[in-house]
């Protein structure tokens, strides 16, 4: 596709229950970043994959949250034992390179919500 | 870490007037520093970028410009319109660019 897509667009889900979510970045873009949106506060970095270099992870909240990223594409976000602090949205963006000051290009975002 | 202030309170304005949207960053001072727009349900959407070399940039009736001694950047839209009503971002990368740091927004009201 054109840009970067997310699924799913909407997830309820119920306390303690498992999540994922997907992210298909823009097709040549080694840079993928994961942020979380809550309502009315600004983007929260969560991970950072770039190329086959090691994911910084320093954003993610807690032993809760993982990410991986298969053959340099597509990325999924795992929440387990979802809390309801953990309702937001979860947006993902790619970028064409490392060190070059470009724009993030983002998806419309995966909206959680956990009862 | 970087912290990033953007005016928290609703910013209306009435059409064909300039908007100016206020940055302040504490910390290090980046390479250089990034507009984004972003519209409810939606995601943010790049505008302009801003180097530390550069004092002002221009796009359209979008300004930015960039004090690094002030460690300020303002972001002007000039014949505001109501579809110029969004939510607008500032972003800095971090020096290595493995994350960037976005301010909460300021949302701006344009009306007709």
């Known amino acids: 596709g054109a840009g970067v897509s997310q699924s799913p667009s909407n997830k309820v889900t119920e306390k303690g229950k498992d999540v994922e979510l997907r992210c298909d970045p823009i097709s040549g873009h080694t840079a993928l970043y994961w942020y979380r949106q809550s309502l009315g506060q600004g983007l929260e970095f969560l991970i950072y994959?770039?190329?086959?270099?090691?994911?910084?992870k320093s954003g993610l909240p807690s032993d809760r949250f993982s990410a991986e990223r298969t053959g340099g594409s597509v990325s999924t976000l795992t929440i387990q034992r979802t809390q309801q602090e953990d309702s937001a949205v979860y947006l993902c963006?790619?970028?064409?390179?490392?060190?070059?000051?470009?724009?993030?290009?983002f998806g419309e975002g995966s909206r959680l919500t956990v009862l | 870490s970087q912290k990033i202030e953007q005016n928290s309170e609703a910013l209306n304005i009435q059409e064909g007037k300039t908007a100016t949207l206020t940055c302040n960053y504490t910390n290090y001072s980046p390479a250089y520093l990034q507009w984004y727009r972003q519209d409810p349900g939606r995601g943010p959407v790049f505008l302009l970028l801003?180097?530390?070399?550069?004092k002002e940039k221009r796009k359209e009736r979008l300004k930015v410009t960039f004090d690094t001694t002030l460690k300020q950047s303002l972001f002007h839209i000039t014949a505001s319109q109501p579809a110029d009503s969004a939510t607008y971002l500032c972003a800095l990368p971090k020096y290595n660019f493995n994350k960037f740091y976005f301010g909460s927004g300021t949302k701006l009201n344009v009306k007709p």
């Open positions: 963006a790619s970028s064409l390179a490392k060190g070059i000051p470009g724009e993030l290009f």
């Open positions: 801003i180097r530390e070399n550069e």
């Open positions: 994959f770039q190329g086959n270099s090691a994911p910084d």
